[in-house]
């Protein structure tokens, strides 16, 4: 039989003090990305760690690859990787030499050991810094090593824990990249961070979480749509065309704020096409755009238009 390689019910676990999850439940498959957003303290680090045998739950089960985390946790660990704590990367070794290093530790032979070295260094694109200590490495290489020393095994599920915190754009994307490719080579790949953002970009499944509750859960679109809305903040030339702007665009039902001392007009906006409308627009009335940027909502805004819900919810 086939078992979802996640099936969380009922999960919790309580500190001394705090309780860290509440009634978490979830179930992933192979090939899906699992996104855990929440702020500082929400307990993604607690759900990753209980998924990862680091530490137990007190409340209702979790089993990973068809393997309970608290009695069968050996079992669980050798179907999972994990970046950061987990797989520790020595700074003084090369990336081929942790690697070959973890390898052997895995029970791989010396050549098997070496092999999977040399494909892991070639598609983390480490090849030319493959013979130089770790820790000479620029921060996008080293997180590209711990993700590749996280997969010397090639687990079944790979838990990423803020993968992108402190990265550059560039560095970013690479790694997007990378998980994009394992979870299409059909890994279960669960991450946690603080960007909405990076859940839209690879997850298939996100799920909330505030204070140790599931707050919300869906595809990112689904998210996304609850709060609706992009914004548009364009700027103009003088306060004069400001003004004329903001009429227009509320003449597109589009309810835009106009700061007439900085040039600028916001509004809420929902699909490309509202852009481009919008553009259009102005430019059939001779309004000329010195510069439109359209934000995305954050995790804010989805904490907000919850919050909202729940308030309307009451009243
Ligand atoms: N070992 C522990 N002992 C006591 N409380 C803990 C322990 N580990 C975590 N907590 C508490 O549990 C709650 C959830 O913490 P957790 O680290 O899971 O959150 P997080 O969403 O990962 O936050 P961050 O983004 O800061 O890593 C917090 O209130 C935290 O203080």
């Not at 480490?126 to 490495?137: G, I, K, N, Q, S």
Request: hydrophobic share 45%.
């Amino acid at each position: 039989m086939r078992h979802p390689r996640i099936e969380v019910a009922g999960l919790g676990k309580d500190y001394a003090q705090v309780t860290a999850l509440t009634g978490v439940n979830l179930r992933a498959e192979a090939g899906a990305v699992l996104a855990v957003l929440g702020h500082n303290g929400a307990g993604k680090t607690t759900l990753i760690d209980i998924l990862g045998t680091r530490t137990r739950p007190t409340a209702g089960s979790a089993r990973v690859c068809g393997f309970d985390v608290v009695t069968d946790g050996h079992e669980v660990r050798r179907h999972i990787g994990m970046t950061g704590q987990f797989v520790a990367v020595d700074d003084n070794l090369s990336a081929r030499g942790n690697l070959v290093l973890i390898a052997r530790l895995l029970g791989a032979s010396t050549r098997q050991a070496k092999a999977r070295a040399v494909e892991l260094v070639e598609s983390f694109g480490l090849a030319e810094a493959a013979d130089r200590p770790a820790r000479t490495y620029s921060g996008g290489m080293r997180r590209r090593l711990d993700l590749a020393a996280g997969l010397v095994g090639a687990p079944e599920v790979l838990f990423l824990d803020e993968p992108t915190t402190g990265l550059d754009p560039v560095s970013r994307s690479g790694l997007w990249e990378i998980v994009t490719r394992l979870a299409a080579a059909g890994t279960t790949v669960v991450l946690t961070t603080q960007y909405l953002e990076e859940a839209d970009r690879l997850a298939d499944q996100v799920i909330v979480l505030a204070m140790g509750r599931i707050v919300a859960e869906g595809t990112p679109e689904r998210l996304k749509a609850g709060i609706g809305r992009r914004t548009a903040t364009l700027t103009f030339a003088d306060p004069q065309a400001t003004r004329h702007a903001a009429c227009a665009l509320e003449r597109l039902a589009l309810r835009p704020v106009p700061d007439e001392r900085a040039r600028t007009v916001t509004a809420p906006v929902a699909a490309a096409g509202e852009i481009t409308g919008l553009v259009r627009t102005l430019d059939r009335l001779g309004i000329g755009i010195a510069d439109l940027t359209v934000t995305e909502p954050t995790l804010d805004d989805v904490y907000l238009s919850l919050h909202r819900t729940s308030w309307a919810g009451h009243e």
